[in-house]
């Protein structure tokens, strides 16, 4: 690979706090290193279309602290066809952009990692995603300030919760995973959680409230949205059916967990491995993801962090239950 001069940034997929930082660091790395430096405006869709714009120091100027992604994102049926990758590439090549950095989850990914094959363009991706679900790399960009967003919203309910003597189910994000919901439970103090990974019944859920009734006049479940008994309103009903003398209430926090200022953990793993993700196009490395393991920013390829799964660890649900009674 000869050395890039001119460096394409996008996001892609759902936005995670932290990404406009990522994109400040990956322009500012950029110029320092004499390259040119281009954002695609929504993502994939924006390359097939030919939507992008040239970026300098100043572009990026009070992005940091902003949630959401100033490149914007957006889903494209065309990159899915060859036709619309080979578009892509057409509006790539007129703009001189000779190799990008991809802000995403495993969508964004898998999409990068097609298009490297077909057309040759090195890419380098970043872990822009809330679920914290992708492997090779301890957090990803979004997941810390995800997590204290839902944290913050279950101390407030468990402040009314205690005040009238309820059982409240909390749905958090997290379709395929349950990082979100672990972590937040744990933070929180509720008395159980819900994940997708995990076989937990209805059943098993009413035995520990029952058993908590005992010394505890209000209680909190956190549901992941993904979990095999459904959803909180789901989960809620099934309780509800079972036992009905439980004052329920249901709250699901939705997107909001995906907005606001990104915490300084994300602030300082978006910046790391954006300034990374420019040098390591420099020495030729190309095809995978960079992330951070144990302190240290670490290379794995786009198979490995698409296809190796990734789970909480089952030490925490133990944590978790000697922490609740």
Known sequence: MNRPAHVGVLTSGGDAPGMNAAIRAVVRSALYNDLRITGIIEGFDGMVNGRSMPLGSRDVSNIIQRGGTILRSARSAA?????????????????????????????????????EQEH????????GTIDNDLSGTDMTIGFDTATNTAVEAIDKIRDTASSHDRLFFVEVMGRDTGFIAMSAALAAGAEYVMLPEERQTIDELVRVLEEGSRTKSSSIVVVAEGDEEGGALTVARKVKERFDHYDIRVTVLGHLQRGGAPTVTDRVL?????????????????????????????????????????????????????LSI
């Not at 590439?89 to 969508?107: K, P, R, S, T």
Request: charged fraction near 15%; aromatic fraction near 6%; glycine fraction near 14%.
């Open 270 to 322: 978006a910046s790391r491995l954006g300034v990374a993700a420019v040098e390591q196009l420099l020495n030729g490395v190309h095809g995978g993801m960079l992330g951070l393991v144990n302190d240290q920013v670490t290379f794995t390829p786009f198979d490995i962090a698409i296809n190796t799964r990734k789970t909480p660890q089952h030490d925490l649900l133990r944590v978790q239950a000697i």
């Open 79 to 115: 990159f899915r066809t060859p036709e619309g990758r080979m578009r892509a590439m057409a509006h790539l090549q007129e703009q001189g952009i000779d190799a990008l950095v991809v802000i995403g989850g495993d969508g964004t990914f898998a999409g990068a990692k097609v298009f």
């Open 120 to 127: 040759g363009m090195p890419v380098i991706g970043l872990p």
